[in-house]
């Protein structure tokens, strides 16, 4: 009896598990807070149209410029840092978390839900607009079919990114109870100051996001980095994919760990 019940069990507690992901997800798409943060990633598309109905639009240079200033160090992290940490302070301070520990299912399986919805939902939020700026600026200079590479690059950077921010900044809320604080102490240490630094700099998930995008490091050589190095540290895109691969599935173990341990007070 026991045999043949375990299977069909464990069967439940992943629909379970797939049910909550899917009511997660609707919800976090369909919050009003949601809609604003769409528009503001939507503001360089907006700018691009300006350019083109002035005529003063050269689309492929300034569609690497919007990634590389704008999307990919500020527009995405603040994506994550959105869905990532309040995917459980959320439940934390509107008094549900207990509620939320008492259902069926494993605590590891519950987190994972929370975490995949937030991943895709910070993952949506972060490329579509990009996908549209892409529009905007390749068909204005004629260039749409030959940049298909390109936005497939620059998609797969953000999409990186983006899930990997956001398990860094939803481990950040489980172990703190909070998330934006620590989120904005994070990305301005790690994001931004270490980022800076040559060599060092490979400890921030910027450096490896730009090395998937091809952005290679000779526009960003300061003074430090001809003081150390003869040249900035550049790889190959795969490198920076599989150092934050490893950053991702490092943070989501940890986290998830600590969410099966941690009795949470509200």
């Not at 369909?30 to 598309?45: N, S, Y």
């Amino acid at each position: 009896m026991s045999t043949t019940s375990l299977p069909a069990r464990n069967f439940g507690v992943v629909r379970q598990a797939t049910s909550l992901f899917a009511l997660d997800f609707g919800r976090q798409l369909r919050a009003r807070k949601t809609f604003v943060l769409f528009a503001v990633q939507l503001l360089p598309v907006f700018v691009a149209l300006a350019y083109v109905a002035f005529g003063e639009l050269d689309g492929m240079t300034m569609f690497r410029n919007s990634l590389e200033s704008v999307y990919l160090p500020f527009l995405v992290p603040l994506a994550a840092l959105y869905f990532g940490g309040p995917s459980v302070v959320d439940e934390i301070e509107g008094r549900t978390i207990t509620y939320l520990t008492l259902r069926p299912i494993p605590r590891a399986l519950l987190y994972l839900a929370k975490l995949k919805s937030a991943m895709v939902s910070a993952t949506l939020v972060s490329t579509i607009p990009i996908a549209l700026l892409f529009v905007v600026c390749a068909a204005s200079s004629g260039e749409f079919g030959a940049e298909l590479g390109t936005l497939g690059q620059m998609l797969g950077a953000a999409a990186v990114g983006a899930v990997t921010y956001t398990a860094l900044f939803a481990m950040l809320a489980v172990i703190f109870s909070s998330s934006l604080l620590l989120g904005i102490i994070y990305y301005v240490v790690v994001e931004m100051v270490v980022a800076a630094i040559p060599v060092v700099e490979l400890a921030s998930v910027k450096f490896h996001v730009r090395t998937i995008a091809g952005l290679q490091g000779a526009d960003r050589a300061g003074w430090l980095d001809k003081l150390i190095l003869d040249e900035p540290l550049n790889f190959e895109w795969w490198f920076g994919l599989l150092v934050a691969g490893i950053i991702t599935v490092l943070a989501t173990a940890a986290a998830t760990a600590i969410f099966r341990e941690k009795q949470f007070h509200v």
